[in-house]
């Protein structure tokens, strides 16, 4: 677990390190680059050999709906705090900051950094775990209910709608080739295995390429707010994994599908929420933080799950 977890903070610090070397390209370029690279060619084609190979069972509906009830119930846990912290602060925590916080506290990071940290720990079987929980559930989540919290809290006046979410939803590469996995897994379709080995050694570069990729994507740029913070990070590391295990429970998960469940309600904070909260004009700067913090306390509390899970 330690040469796990120090492999991926290595790495990770080289995509944090090149925010200091100006000479190199901007990395919010090569971010980009990386994530349109990922999103339409090696995502799908890992979401696609995955789902085509993997077993057809009560998986496919338990784990997105303990993803929607983490994700629910922490955002409604957030807002009540959040709300309170809102009224009393007399302006100084903005609204801005206030949707900011609901989308740090609601959204993990299930796939750049749940993905190779379940494969890593669970194997490569079960990598559609964090497909499910991403996919299925997380990311449409944000694109309507995240997008919908950007546009009442953001300082912009552009509006959310049903079909402008669906539509964005409907661009996915990688949930059409989730959904064509299945649907051809169902079927029972054979595929030419030099296609299939093809979708396996382009997924392969899923994990390093995503590692390197939040480690770009954190700024330590202000910490004088850190204190408001606090309740968003405490809700995702701590109370998202505490919801993830009894709803799994409730619901029959069991063994390393439930394993891998709970690693990915205990992942940090959604990097794709800053889209949002740049699109919508959201405290960027508060939500940039609780990402990197998130994300660096993460590799303290997810050992601790991994060893409560195994004892």
């Known amino acids: 677990m330690e040469n796990t977890f120090g492999a991926f903070l290595i790495v990770m610090g080289f995509g944090a390190a090149w925010q200091f070397f100006p000479q190199l390209p901007d990395r919010v370029a090569i971010r980009a680059a990386i994530g349109a690279i990922v999103l339409n060619v090696f995502l799908p084609a890992l979401s696609f050999h995955v789902l085509y190979n993997a077993p057809l069972n009560e998986e496919l509906w338990i784990v997105p709906t303990v993803s929607v009830v983490v994700c629910l119930s922490t955002l409604a846990v957030a807002w009540v705090i959040y709300e309170s912290w809102f009224k009393a602060s007399q302006g100084k925590f903005t609204k801005a900051s ?3 916080m609901l989308l740090g506290a609601a959204w993990c990071n299930a796939t750049y950094l749940g993905l190779p ?3 890593l720990l669970l194997g490569d079987a079960y990598a559609r ?6 996919l299925l559930a997380i990311t449409p989540l944000l694109l309507t209910l995240g997008a ?3 546009a009442y809290y953001g300082e912009t006046h552009e509006q959310s709608n049903l079909a402008s979410a669906a539509r964005s939803i409907l ?4 949930l059409w ?8 897994n169902a079927l029972h379709v054979p595929l030419p295995q030099v296609f299939l080995n093809a979708c396996k050694i382009a997924g392969s570069a899923v994990a390093p390429v995503m590692i390197f990729s939040v480690g770009l994507a954190l700024r330590f740029s202000s910490l004088n707010t850190v204190v408001w913070i606090v309740p968003a990070v405490g809700l995702k590391l701590l109370f998202a994994p505490t919801v993830a295990y009894f ?6 998960l069991s063994g390393d599908a439930f394993a891998a469940t709970l690693l990915e309600a205990a992942m940090p904070t959604m990097v794709l929420t800053m889209v949002v909260a740049d699109k ?5 700067e508060l939500l940039a933080q609780t990402i990197a913090v998130s994300t660096v306390l993460s590799f303290i509390t997810i050992p601790f799950l991994w060893n409560f899970l195994k004892s």
């Open 98 to 100: 206030f949707g900011a």
């Open 117 to 119: 940290t379940v494969t």
């Open 129 to 134: 775990v964090p497909i499910l929980y991403d």
């Open 148 to 150: 919908s919290v950007g």
């Open 171 to 174: 661009k996915l590469p990688p």
């Open 177 to 184: 080739a989730a959904v064509a996995g299945v649907l051809l």
């Open 247 to 252: 709803t799994a429970r409730l619901l029959g």
């Open 280 to 284: 919508y004009k959201l405290d960027s």
